[in-house]
């Protein structure tokens, strides 16, 4: 077996192993959708927030109101 060989049957089988892992991982992959349960913070009186189940129709949660504090800065 000369060296040209033995590169060639080397690339050949990373290629098939590298092939292999690509399909593995694809077939493996699953997508999931995330789901929280949201629990409104009742402790800030007038300032809580509120949360609206099924906003406008889709199944969504929005969160509004809440306390606001204009002396932090969010970076």
């Known amino acids: 077996m000369t060296k040209k060989d ?3 049957r080397c690339l050949q089988f990373g290629l ?3 092939l292999g892992c690509l ?3 694809i077939f493996t992959a699953k997508t999931q959708a995330q789901q929280s349960n949201i629990i409104p913070d009742n402790t800030l009186g007038a ?4 949360v609206i189940s099924n906003f406008q129709g889709q199944p969504r949660e929005v ?3 809440g ?3 204009p002396n932090q800065s969010i970076s």
């Open 67 to 69: 306390a606001d504090s």
């Open 63 to 65: 969160i509004t109101g």
């Open 6 to 8: 033995l590169l060639n």
């Open 47 to 50: 300032e809580s927030s509120q």
């Open 16 to 18: 098939a192993g590298l």
């Open 23 to 25: 399909i593995v991982s």
